[in-house]
């Protein structure tokens, strides 16, 4: 009896030495840090669950199909999904669902402005690309 509990001891401790250097697994068996081929994607939390087609306040007329439209005269933002105007103040970019002072007497359905692309919707902090918007899609 002493020396099949001492065997069954003797294997649990084997079992965790063997894991505890390096042989760590994750919750379905596999390496924690390797990838397997799969590609990880992040999305942003207010991504819709289905297609939507959005027709914005200041064009409700039209539809759209991406999350971001770009108004390079103004350098400013438009979020279809969270219905928010995102814009640079000189200190700080803000992002609120009023319009802001820039653009309250224009008419932003004559202006010209453009759909970003599709690999754009889950960047929440789409000012990280503003540079290359701004070279991108110049103002008229």
Known sequence: MKNKLLLVLLVVLLNISTKSFGQRRGPHGRHPHRGHGKVVVRRSPYRPHKIVVYH???????????RWVFFPKYNLYWDNWRNHYYFYNGNAWISQPTAPPVIVNVNLEKEKHYELKESDDDKDAINEENESHKTEYKPE
Request: glycine share 10%; aromatic share 28%; proline share 18%.
């Open 56 to 66: 914005p306040v200041w064009r409700p007329a039209y539809g759209y199909n991406r």
